[in-house]
């Protein structure tokens, strides 16, 4: 599965993309967020204020509770700030 | 009609070209926003900002954001440009038009497409003060000026 990290997110993380096999157990976004934590470091750092972590699969916005296929391309980013005044 | 470009736009042209488009439609109003790069005051002044978005799905939420707003509205036409890059205080960041037999509905989804496009649309941005590098947080008014469309 292809995951991509936006704005603030990519920084803590540190990198723009990369490809992850969808960890044994994990079948929805919550469950990958947590085995995300469990890498330490950057990763742990980008999902400690779920407040401001938003979901994409496939493109689309999601919920935590939205399920996981090995084959999805998963976006994590902060809420969108977009457009003008 | 969705564009998501570097380039800045000219309001004008686009504004000429819907009324070519939509030349014959019996469409009586256009309405148009444009958000500007605003400089701000004192300790939130900004020397510029910088503009990221996903792409792919930017064009794709753009797309479904003008597919609501004519189910909701008899429109015959819609055009979102939005940039992305590095912009200073002044320069545009955002054009909707909008075009419909009568001014309530090209205004009403002018203001509707400016709403959910701050809300839903991936883009970010981060700005530049005194130095400093930060990324914008959302506001809670913008979600509740998308909200009021639910």
Known sequence: MKVLYFAWMRERVGIAEEDVELPAGVTDVAGLIEWMKTRGGGFENAFTEMAVVRTAVNQVHVELSHPLDGGDEVAFFPPVTGGGA | MIRVQQEDFDTGAEIN???????????GGLCSFIGVVREGEGADQIAAMTLVHYPGMTEKELAGIEAEARQRWPLADVMI?????RLIPGDQIVLVLTASAHRKAA???????????????PFWK?????GDTRWVAARASDDEAAAKWD
Do not use: Q, Y
């Open chain 2, 81 to 85: 440009i939005h940039r992305t890059g």
């Open chain 2, 126 to 130: 981060s700005e530049e003060s005194a």
């Open chain 2, 17 to 27: 070209a819907m009324r070519a488009r939509i030349a014959g439609a019996d469409a």
């Open chain 2, 107 to 121: 205004i009403e989804a002018c203001e509707f497409l400016i709403d959910w496009l701050k809300t839903k649309a």
